[in-house]
């Protein structure tokens, strides 16, 4: 069964449609209209093995605020939706990434508890065009709208384009791994019997 999604997201602030396939490629078509970003979202398809499209016509003349803000919240909701019942589903996976002289790590938990952990910081207030304080927003959007526990640190680094990168990159194989599917896996992962 396909797990794949499509969210559209329409506010005076933003128009988006984002899809989302879990079993992709890597393929990434990409038009939020901050080039930076968009080379964030492409390195998390690319690394997670997952197809993703974004479209997104945002108010930037204000700030990139309400666009990044309303991409995680989508990305999240379509990542949710992929899941469907979320059966045979490993459920939590992780990654400590290297990018030169950074180091990420991320840890995931799709158990349908939201909660965000997050500890990075930056030498700069923007990165190619991108606020810096956004990376933030952005996973924070991504981990409640999908409600997953997402936990991501920043453990050492100096170049905030890789300290970014690192995180997004760390993020997308931390969810590839919490998203395969195991056939020992009897319903749901959980002494609960529920997610």
Known sequence: MARTATVTRNTRETQITLTIDLDG?????????IGFFDHMLDGFARHGLFDVSVTCRGDLDVDCHHTIEDIGIALGTAIKEALGDKAGL????????PMDETLA?????????PYFVYDASFAGQSCGGMDTQMAREFFYA??????????LKVLYGENDHHKLESMFKAFAKALDAATRRDARIDGVLS?????
């Not at 490993?90 to 990434?97: A, E, I, K, Q």
């Not at 790590?105 to 349908?112: E, R, S």
Request: with cysteine; net charge positive; aromatic share 4%.
């Open 90 to 97: 490993v459920r939590y996976g992780s990654c400590m990434l």
């Open 25 to 33: 490629t890597g393929r990434a078509d990409l038009h939020t209209g």
């Open 105 to 113: 790590l991320c840890a995931v938990d799709l158990g349908g508890r």
């Open 142 to 151: 991504v981990s409640y709208s999908a409600m997953m526990n997402l936990h």
């Open 191 to 195: 002494t609960k019997g529920t997610l």
